[in-house]
């Protein structure tokens, strides 16, 4: 009886002890059959909606074509700048928005006018542009806008003038050399007959101003020999007129 019970005492001890061999057996080849279907590491969690909510005022993230440190295809780039095309009823209100703009001196809305494609050598009923205007009033800042979206410096006003002969008569000395630095043609003639050297003599008082303006039309190559419809030059306008300062600049040259 004694050899029975140690026997089964003996049998219970190496029954639990195959138990405990095969769970850690099932364990390892768990563990085992884990790594191999994962060999980087741990399982990656999924991956979030490609659609994002975007705050007001922040960019959009970028498309499927832009990565970082490249720049988007030209064709992308130009329709991002290029602002969308107008029906022509919607072009002509822009346009003369444009010309009340300059006409007012409103900088601001010139400027976002014509980044909104409003045409700076479109013309009002009276044959003024936002160029033209800005031209024969000293509109410099307006001017400036108009000249790098495009204006046409040898465009001409209702009386045949290009915007360099009012702007000459005025006196408006930085004008004038905004305009001659952009190749307005100094020896244009209007329908009046004159020059802008004519009415720079002609239609002002001769002071500082009027003798800064001859002295650059000369420098750009203004011809003061060009006669007035009466027959004149700008010579002898000068010294009829009594200008003495801008009879001798013309004589120096």
Same mark, same amino acid.
């Given at each position: 009886?004694?050899r029975?019970r140690?026997?089964r005492?003996?049998?219970r001890?190496?029954t639990r002890?195959?138990?405990?061999?095969?769970?850690v057996?099932?364990?390892?080849a768990?563990s085992?059959?884990?790594?191999?279907?994962?060999?980087g %590491?741990p399982?990656?969690?999924?991956?979030p909606?490609?659609s994002?909510?975007?705050?007001?005022g922040?960019?959009?993230?970028p498309?499927?074509?832009?990565?970082?440190?490249?720049s988007?295809?030209?064709s992308m780039a130009?329709?991002?700048?290029?602002?969308?095309?107008?029906?022509a009823?919607?072009?002509?209100?822009l346009?003369?928005?444009?010309?009340a703009a300059?006409?007012?001196?409103?900088?601001?809305?010139?400027g976002?006018?014509?980044g909104?494609?409003a045409n700076?050598?479109?013309?009002d009923?009276? /044959?003024?542009s936002?160029?033209?205007?800005a031209?024969?009033? %000293?509109?410099?800042?307006?001017?400036?806008l108009?000249?790098?979206?495009?204006a046409?410096?040898s465009?001409?006003?209702?009386?045949?003038?290009?915007?360099?002969?009012p702007?000459?008569?005025?006196g408006?000395?930085?004008?004038v050399?905004i305009l001659l630095?952009?190749?307005v043609p100094?020896?244009?003639v209007n329908?009046?007959?004159?020059t802008?050297?004519?009415?720079?003599v002609?239609?002002?008082d001769?002071?500082?101003?009027q /003798?800064?303006?001859?002295? /650059?039309?000369l420098?750009?190559?203004?011809?003061?020999?060009?006669r007035?419809p009466? %027959?004149r030059?700008a010579l002898e306008?000068?010294e009829?007129?009594?200008?003495g300062?801008?009879a001798?600049?013309?004589?120096a040259r």
């Amino acid at each position: 009886m004694q050899r029975f019970r140690t026997w089964r005492l003996r049998t219970r001890r190496r029954t639990r002890g195959a138990a405990r061999i095969l769970i850690v057996a099932v364990a390892v080849a768990g563990s085992l059959a884990a790594c191999q279907g994962n060999p980087g %590491g741990p399982q990656p969690l999924e991956s979030p909606p490609s659609s994002v909510l975007v705050s007001p005022g922040s960019r959009p993230p970028p498309g499927p074509s832009a990565s970082p440190g490249t720049s988007p295809p030209a064709s992308m780039a130009t329709a991002a700048t290029k602002p969308p095309a107008l029906s022509a009823e919607a072009q002509t209100w822009l346009d003369q928005e444009l010309i009340a703009a300059a006409k007012a001196n409103n900088v601001a809305l010139v400027g976002e006018l014509i980044g909104r494609g409003a045409n700076a050598n479109a013309k009002d009923a009276i /044959q003024d542009s936002a160029f033209l205007y800005a031209g024969a009033e %000293g509109f410099n800042e307006v001017l400036q806008l108009t000249l790098a979206a495009g204006a046409d410096v040898s465009s001409t006003n209702r009386y045949g003038g290009t915007a360099l002969i009012p702007a000459s008569e005025h006196g408006h000395v930085a004008t004038v050399r905004i305009l001659l630095a952009a190749g307005v043609p100094v020896n244009h003639v209007n329908n009046l007959g004159w020059t802008a050297m004519q009415e720079a003599v002609l239609l002002n008082d001769g002071g500082p101003s009027q /003798q800064d303006v001859v002295r /650059q039309l000369l420098d750009a190559g203004a011809d003061p020999d060009i006669r007035d419809p009466q %027959g004149r030059t700008a010579l002898e306008n000068a010294e009829r007129l009594g200008f003495g300062e801008i009879a001798a600049l013309i004589r120096a040259r």
